[in-house]
């Protein structure tokens, strides 16, 4: 089932899940033990992540060095089939534009239709390893809107028009590259005009930030839903590792609280629930389509928040 079929049939907010491909040597088994936690809430389907290749410079016994690419994780495409599958629900793979030509897009789009995906969630992804930019591949896509025209180009280039239901990334603290909000918008709305059928957010921690976007959104006539995207802080560290990583703010009180209890794993794992939880309920109050939760690995707390929101 398409996602854009699944928003627009349910009448009250639902859990979406994303995972990250595990490290490479992780079994099938314990890759879905890692999942299972999740289908007491019968997720309609689970985001799977997607992760440009390293490239890594290995010094030989004669001084020259050798270029290797280094694939860390079990691909994204594994990942899918595995969860297909065992659990027998939909798979969001997410697709970036970062080291890959449109002709290998095009190959892996022909694989999702032999897999019976039909949805994917179309990125740009961040520059490679030692670039502080992004660089386009030479023949590949240099934004995520030209990825979503190029997916719709490859549907009516093989009959199969409206196969895949599209999401697109957003940033309701604007992304890291953009020089205002408003610029933000207005290139997030090139993505919807290209083809995209709704949007899910970075994470944030202030839901006022997330309203003020969705409104200023709907200002600039972007109509597709848009699932906020949330994740639980369960580490002290999280609070300088978050706004390095992602580009957002953690609000002062939230951190004053945490730095308050730093030295007590527990307790900060309990505030980062709590708060996380206090986020949830709110945007369901405020009548959000879906509730996007970043795992990145752990689910016990996402359970935890699963079992009291949803
Ligand atoms: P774009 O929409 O292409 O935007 C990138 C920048 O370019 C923005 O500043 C935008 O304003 C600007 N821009 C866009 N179009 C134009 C234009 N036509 N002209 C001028 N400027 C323009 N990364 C991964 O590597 N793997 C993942 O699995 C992954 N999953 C994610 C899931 C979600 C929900 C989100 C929000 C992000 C995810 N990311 C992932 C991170 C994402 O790849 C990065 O944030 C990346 O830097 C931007 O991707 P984008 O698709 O938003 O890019």
Redesign the pocket.
């Known amino acids: 089932m398409k996602i854009s079929d699944i928003l627009a049939g349910s009448a009250k907010a639902y859990p979406s899940i994303e995972i990250v491909p595990p490290l490479n040597g992780i079994t099938r088994s314990q890759l879905l033990d890692g999942i299972r936690p999740f289908m007491e809430f019968s997720p309609k389907y689970i985001n799977v ?4 290749d390293e490239i890594e410079f290995r010094q030989e016994p004669d001084g020259t060095f050798s270029r290797h690419i280094v694939k860390r994780r079990v691909s994204e495409t594994a990942v899918c089939a595995a969860i297909q599958s065992e659990f027998k629900i939909e798979v969001v793979p ?1 697709l ?1 534009c ?1 080291g890959v030509t449109k002709d290998a897009i095009e190959a892996q789009l022909h694989d999702f239709r032999f897999m019976g995906i039909s949805n994917v ?1 179309a ?4 520059g490679g390893t030692g670039e502080k930019r ?1 660089t386009p591949e030479p023949g590949g896509y240099r ?3 030209e990825l979503v025209e190029g997916i719709r180009a490859f549907e009516k280039a093989n009959d199969a028009e409206g196969f895949f239901s599209l999401g ?4 309701p603290e604007k ?1 890291i ?2 020089a205002n909000i408003e ?2 918008i207005i ?1 997030l709305k ?2 919807v005009d290209a083809g995209a059928d709704y949007i ?3 994470m944030f921690f202030d839901n006022k930030v997330f309203y003020a976007f969705r409104d200023k959104c709907r200002e600039a006539g972007i109509n597709v839903p848009i699932i906020p ?1 949330l994740k639980p802080i369960s580490t002290a560290r999280q609070l300088q590792l978050l706004p390095e990583s992602f580009a957002i703010d953690i609000p002062l009180e939230l951190t004053q609280e945490i730095s308050a209890h730093a030295s007590d794993k527990d307790a900060v794992y309990e505030i980062g629930r709590e708060w996380c939880m206090m986020q949830t309920k709110d945007l369901i109050r405020n009548n959000v389509p879906a509730v996007h939760f970043y795992t990145m690995g752990k689910a016990g707390n996402v359970v935890n928040i699963l079992k009291e929101c949803f």
């Open positions: 992540t997607c992760h440009r997410h970036i970062g969630l990125l740009r992804g961040d992004f934004y995520a809107s697109v990334g957003a940033y992304h590259e953009a610029t933000d290139n090139k993505k899910v957010t970075q995207g």
